[in-house]
C-alpha cells in the first residue's frame, strides 16, 4: 500500500542520512559512542535520586491524564522557579509562559509548526546540530543555513551574515534560531552579541529561539579563561534594546544538563502565551508521569539541583582536560571549549573530501567508536567531526586510544 508523498519523500530523505546510528544503537555489540551528545557523567547520582523522589511522590491521581493544557502544573511550577534561579530572566515568567513537550527535539517542532508555514524559511547559523535537518524536515520548513568564519563566530558581526542571509533568502523568512551554549562549537555568546541578534530580529520582525540545551554544563576550561558565562536570551531587558519581548523564547530540556536524554522531557517558555499555547497543541504528546515526576522532583530540590550541577562542571573540565591533551598530543587542531559536552576537531589533515571523512568515521565504526561527522552539522570544511567527552573514563580512555590507532594507520 503506498505512502503519503509527504511521508515517502521524508523516508527517502531522512533515512539514509541517520542509518549509521540507527543501526549503531540497534546492534548489540557495544560501542563506545562519542557521536551522540550524551551525558554519563552524573548518571550514578541522578538515578538514585529519581528513584527516592518518584517513590515518595508517585500518587494514584497521577495515572490519570495530565491535569494541564500545556503540561502538568507541579512540573512547570518547578520549571519557572529554575528557571528564575539559573536563567535569571530580566521579567518573571509565570505558568502561562511555559509549555512542555517529550524533549527539546519535540519543542522545537512544535515551534517550527506554530510559526512557519510549509516552505518558510529559518536562519540556522552554521555549524549547527545536525538533527535539525530532522526536526525542519519533518514540519517542511527550510533551514536557511549562514555560515560565519570561526574567528566571528560569537561576535556581533555575525548580524553581517544573518542580513546576507536574509536578503539572499528565495523564500518568507519567519524566525532565527540559534544554539546557546552551542552546539557544535562549546561556547556560550557574549550578551552583546544575543542582543545584536535580537535586535536584527526586531529589524525584520523575526522570532529568536534559543536552544539553551547545554546551559547549565558551563565550565572552567584553561583553554578559555576568559570565556563568555552564559546568558539566556530571557535575560535581555529587551524594552531597553528596542526588541518585543514577545519575540524572545528560549528551549530547554532535562536531557543534557540532567543527563537523561531517556526521561524525554523539554520546556518551551517565553512571554508570548499565545505562541506558548500554539507549541503545546501542536506538540499534542504529553511528557509521561513517571518522567515528570523525576524531573519535578530534580528541579524542585535546590540542595539535590546545586550539588550535581557542581559535580557535572568539576567532571566534564576533567572529561575536557583528557580530551584536549589527547588532541594536543596528535597535533589535532579543535576549536576551544567552556560549555556543552562535545569538542570539535578536525580529526585528520589527510581528509580533504567528504567521501574521505565519511570512511573514516566508517573505519571508527568498525572498530565500535562512533564520531559525527561535520557535513552532517553544515561545516563548509570536510574533516571536522564532533566528540563528546563525557563519557565514562575508562570508555573516554578507550575510545581515544582506538581513534589514535585509526588516525596513525590511515
Ligand atoms: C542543540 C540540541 N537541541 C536539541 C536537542 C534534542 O534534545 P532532546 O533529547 O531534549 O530532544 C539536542 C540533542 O542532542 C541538541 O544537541
Given at each position: 500500500m503506498?505512502?503519503?508523498?509527504?511521508v515517502?519523500?521524508d523516508?527517502?530523505?531522512?533515512?539514509?542520512?541517520?542509518?549509521?546510528?540507527?543501526?549503531?544503537?540497534?546492534?548489540?555489540?557495544?560501542?563506545?559512542?562519542m557521536?551522540?551528545?550524551?551525558?554519563?557523567?552524573?548518571?550514578?547520582?541522578?538515578?538514585?535520586?529519581?528513584?527516592?523522589?518518584?517513590?515518595?511522590?508517585?500518587?494514584?491521581?497521577?495515572?490519570?491524564?495530565?491535569?494541564?493544557?500545556?503540561?502538568?502544573?507541579?512540573?512547570?511550577?518547578?520549571?519557572?522557579?529554575f528557571?528564575?534561579?539559573?536563567?535569571?530572566?530580566?521579567?518573571?515568567?509565570?505558568?502561562?509562559?511555559?509549555?512542555?513537550?517529550?524533549g527539546?527535539?519535540?519543542?522545537?517542532?512544535?515551534?517550527?509548526?506554530t510559526?512557519?508555514d510549509?516552505?518558510?524559511?529559518?536562519?540556522?547559523?552554521?555549524?549547527?546540530?545536525?538533527?535539525?535537518?530532522?526536526?525542519?524536515?519533518l514540519?517542511?520548513?527550510?533551514?536557511?543555513?549562514?555560515?560565519?568564519?570561526?574567528?566571528?563566530?560569537?561576535?556581533?558581526?555575525?548580524?553581517?551574515?544573518l542580513?546576507?542571509?536574509f536578503?539572499?533568502?528565495?523564500?518568507?523568512?519567519?524566525?532565527?534560531?540559534?544554539?546557546?551554549?552551542?552546539?557544535?562549537?562549546g561556547?556560550?555568546?557574549?550578551?552583546?552579541t544575543?542582543?545584536?541578534?535580537?535586535?536584527?530580529?526586531?529589524?525584520h520582525?523575526?522570532?529568536?529561539?534559543s536552544?539553551?540545551?547545554?546551559?547549565?554544563?558551563?565550565?572552567?576550561?584553561?583553554?578559555?579563561?576568559?570565556?563568555?558565562?552564559?546568558?539566556?536570551?530571557?535575560r535581555?531587558?529587551?524594552?531597553?534594546?528596542?526588541?518585543?519581548?514577545?519575540?524572545?523564547h528560549?528551549?530547554?530540556?532535562?536531557?543534557?544538563?540532567?543527563?537523561?536524554?531517556?526521561?524525554?522531557?523539554?520546556f518551551?517558555?517565553?512571554?508570548n502565551?499565545?505562541?506558548?499555547v500554539?507549541?503545546?497543541?501542536?506538540?499534542?504528546?504529553?511528557?509521561?508521569?513517571?518522567?515528570?515526576?523525576?524531573?519535578?522532583?530534580?528541579?524542585?530540590?535546590?540542595?539535590?539541583?546545586?550539588?550535581?550541577?557542581?559535580?557535572?562542571?568539576?567532571?566534564?573540565s576533567?572529561?575536557?582536560h583528557?580530551?584536549?591533551?589527547f588532541?594536543?598530543r596528535?597535533?589535532?587542531?579543535y576549536?576551544?571549549?567552556?560549555?556543552?559536552?562535545?569538542?570539535?576537531?578536525?580529526?585528520?589533515?589527510?581528509?580533504?573530501?567528504?567521501?574521505?571523512?565519511?570512511e573514516?568515521?566508517?573505519?571508527?565504526?568498525?572498530?565500535?567508536?562512533?564520531?559525527?561527522s561535520?557535513?552532517?552539522?553544515?561545516s563548509?570544511?570536510?574533516?571536522?567531526?564532533?566528540?563528546?567527552?563525557?563519557?565514562?573514563?575508562?570508555?573516554l580512555?578507550?575510545g581515544?586510544?582506538?581513534?589514535?590507532e585509526?588516525?596513525?594507520?590511515?
Open positions: 503506498a505512502l503519503s508523498n509527504r515517502s519523500e523516508l527517502r530523505v531522512l533515512m539514509p542520512k541517520i542509518a549509521v546510528q540507527v543501526a549503531q544503537r540497534s546492534s548489540k555489540i557495544p560501542l563506545i559512542d557521536g551522540t551528545a550524551e551525558n554519563w557523567l552524573i548518571r550514578e547520582e541522578v538515578i538514585q535520586f529519581c528513584i527516592h523522589s518518584v517513590k515518595e511522590t508517585i500518587s494514584p491521581e497521577g495515572l490519570s491524564y495530565q491535569r494541564g493544557f500545556t503540561g502538568d502544573p507541579d512540573l512547570i511550577q518547578a520549571f519557572c522557579e528557571l528564575e534561579s539559573y536563567f535569571n530572566p530580566h521579567q518573571e515568567l509565570d505558568a502561562s509562559c511555559v509549555c512542555t513537550a517529550p527539546g527535539g519535540a519543542i522545537l517542532e512544535s515551534f517550527l509548526a510559526t512557519c510549509v516552505g518558510d524559511g529559518v536562519l540556522v547559523i552554521a555549524p549547527f546540530w545536525s538533527g535539525f535537518h530532522f526536526q525542519f524536515k514540519q517542511k520548513v527550510q533551514i536557511l543555513s549562514v555560515q560565519v568564519p570561526d574567528e566571528l563566530a560569537f561576535s556581533e558581526k555575525i548580524v553581517d551574515f542580513q546576507k542571509a536578503h539572499d533568502a528565495h523564500t518568507t523568512v519567519k524566525a532565527v534560531v540559534i544554539c546557546n551554549p552551542h552546539n557544535p562549537l561556547q556560550c555568546y557574549p550578551a552583546n544575543l542582543a545584536a541578534i535580537a535586535q536584527f530580529c526586531e529589524k520582525d523575526l522570532h529568536l529561539l536552544d539553551e540545551l547545554y546551559a547549565l554544563s558551563v565550565f572552567e576550561s584553561p583553554d578559555l579563561p576568559k570565556a563568555s558565562p552564559f546568558t539566556s536570551i530571557l535581555l531587558d529587551a524594552k531597553a534594546i528596542g526588541v518585543s519581548p514577545s519575540r524572545l528560549t528551549m530547554w530540556s532535562a536531557s543534557k544538563d540532567l543527563a537523561c536524554n531517556g526521561l524525554r522531557v523539554g518551551f517558555a517565553s512571554q502565551r499565545e505562541l506558548v500554539g507549541v503545546s497543541m501542536t506538540s499534542n504528546t504529553q511528557v509521561s508521569y513517571l518522567s515528570s515526576l523525576a524531573v519535578r522532583g530534580m528541579l524542585s530540590d535546590r540542595k539535590f539541583l546545586g550539588d550535581i550541577i557542581t559535580f557535572n562542571k568539576t567532571r566534564l576533567q572529561a575536557y583528557v580530551v584536549s591533551t588532541l594536543k596528535l597535533n589535532i587542531e576549536f576551544p571549549v567552556a560549555a556543552g559536552v562535545y569538542v570539535w576537531a578536525k580529526l585528520s589533515p589527510k581528509v580533504k573530501t567528504w567521501e574521505a571523512e565519511a573514516l568515521a566508517a573505519t571508527l565504526s568498525e572498530r565500535r567508536v562512533a564520531i559525527s561535520g557535513r552532517s552539522y553544515s563548509v570544511e570536510p574533516g571536522w567531526y564532533r566528540l563528546t567527552f563525557a563519557l565514562r573514563p575508562q570508555d580512555k578507550k581515544l586510544a582506538i581513534i589514535e585509526v588516525l596513525v594507520q590511515s
